[in-house]
């Protein structure tokens, strides 16, 4: 089993091998009941458009609370979410692959507020690009 | 729990930095250096205006500083202001770690 996870200055990526059916993983992401038994309650729906939350027990200087809203769903291989709390928005987006002995896992965390994924699509500079150049740039600063 | 910890503090830089426009501007400022207005304009290839509302923008988030010299405004990148979304993604990670972890205790229970 590998596993993997890689944080660069925006975006939390984990990647994981799973000996299981990409359906059944599947299944864990997309089922209610299921997400509450690995994440948070919930009353997700695989449904575009769906808004949602996810529950967890308020701690001081949280609500617990998640404000979501299915943004994709490509059965069974992509997931994506938007992941509001405290007034920070992000999206989660999961990514199931099969492999030879069951299947790859990959989730995607970022934090792009404001920035519909339209325009993010279309923009000339894209956050990936800025992200992949981040690295290296405060690298360099601190040579400076 | 994770999650609320520093969330409040990393929120104005992800927001300076959602447009597209504006992270050009910071990048080039990280990989330039110091630079005018002047400068930062034609590289923008947007108005002086324009640019000069970004700039504002990433100054309230503290990501540049700005010295006036002569008729010239010079601003400088501060990537120590990207530290909130660093500890932001830290947090995170700690979080989706351990639920990866729960999620394969799950499918291991969904065999039985």
């Not at chain 1, 992949?132 to 600063?141: A, K």
């Not at chain 2, 830089?13 to 597209?20: K, N, Y």
């Not at chain 2, 100054?59 to 010239?72: D, I, N, S």
Request: net charge positive; proline share 5%; no cysteine.
């Amino acid at each position: 089993m590998t596993n993997t996870a890689t944080a660069t200055t925006r975006s939390l990526v984990i990647e994981r091998e799973m000996p299981h059916p990409q359906e059944k993983i599947w299944r864990a992401l997309t089922e209610g009941k299921l997400i509450e038994e690995w994440l948070m309650k919930n009353d997700f729906q695989p449904v575009v458009g769906h808004r949602f939350t996810f529950r967890s027990t308020p701690v001081p200087g949280w609500n617990g609370i998640i404000d979501s809203e299915v943004l994709v769903v490509e059965p069974t291989s992509r997931l994506t979410y938007g992941w509001a709390s405290m007034g920070m928005e992000s999206v989660v987006t999961w990514t199931l692959t099969p492999t030879v002995g069951g299947t790859h896992v990959r989730m995607e965390h970022s934090g792009f507020p404001s920035e519909d994924s339209a325009s993010y699509k279309g923009a000339k500079y894209g956050w990936q690009k800025f992200i992949g150049n981040l690295e290296h740039v405060v690298e360099r600063l601190g040579r400076l | 729990m994770v999650l609320g910890v520093k969330q409040a503090d990393a929120n104005p830089v992800f927001r300076a930095l959602a447009d597209p426009t504006r992270r050009a501007i910071f990048e080039e400022l990280t990989r330039q250096g110091e630079q005018t207005v002047h400068a930062l304009t034609r590289f923008a290839g947007v108005s002086q205006p324009a640019v000069s509302k970004h700039l504002t923008v990433l100054k309230r988030a503290k990501l540049v500083r700005h010295r006036r010299e002569g008729r010239e405004t010079h601003y400088r990148a501060q990537p120590d202001a990207l530290a909130p979304m660093a500890d932001w993604l830290n947090h995170y990670g700690a979080f989706w770690r351990e639920r990866f972890d729960q999620l394969e205790n799950l499918l291991k229970r969904m065999d039985k």
